[in-house]
């Protein structure tokens, strides 16, 4: 039994993408000080959803949806 091939909604990764950038532009106009801590909270949320836990316990998040 062949599985069919999963498709990929490319709609959401765009609109997150330009969301992305949109936000970066937004901290890089930002004072020095200001633009580090913007920096560090992007960089805490994009590790959370690439590790896929539920913050910093290290635990999986198992919930549907969970990444």
Do not use: K, N, W, Y
Not at 3 to 29: C, F, H, K
Not at 36 to 51: N, P
């Amino acid at each position: 039994m062949q599985q069919e091939p999963r498709s990929v909604d490319t709609t959401s990764d765009e609109e997150a993408t330009a969301g992305l950038a949109g936000r970066l532009r937004t901290i890089e106009a930002l004072p020095l000080d200001q633009r580090a801590v913007a920096f560090g909270a992007v960089h805490d949320e994009l590790r959370v959803a690439l590790q896929g836990t539920g913050g910093d316990t290290g635990e999986a998040d198992d919930s549907p949806g969970g990444r």
